[in-house]
């Protein structure tokens, strides 16, 4: 049995772009938390992947604290990695 549809998950992602940030108040708040938490390590991290980036708004928290040199997002749509900046797949 087919468990995931990725077509229609990103079918999905694709069309809910255009109004993504006016609904990604769990996100952010996720992208700050997460962020605040590696501040609390004392190591810098070489590369990261940020898988089902979204809009981007976890990767320029990530970015804002300085502890990742090297980021690449991916995501199915391609309609919300264009509203992030940086290496996108």
């Known amino acids: 049995p087919r468990i995931f549809d990725r077509t229609l998950l990103k ?3 694709n069309r809910a772009a255009s109004r993504y940030h006016a609904h990604d108040v769990i996100p952010r708040e996720i992208a700050h938390r997460l962020a605040d938490r590696l501040l609390d390590i004392d190591r810098r991290f070489a590369r990261a992947l940020l898988l089902g980036a979204g809009n981007g708004a976890l990767a320029r928290a990530v970015e804002e604290t300085g502890r990742v040199e090297w ?8 309609a919300l ?3 992030g ?5």
Do not use: K
């Open 11 to 13: 079918h999905r992602r």
């Open 71 to 78: 980021m690449a997002q991916a995501d199915l749509s391609e």
């Open 81 to 83: 990695l264009r509203q």
């Open 85 to 89: 900046h940086g290496p996108r797949f």
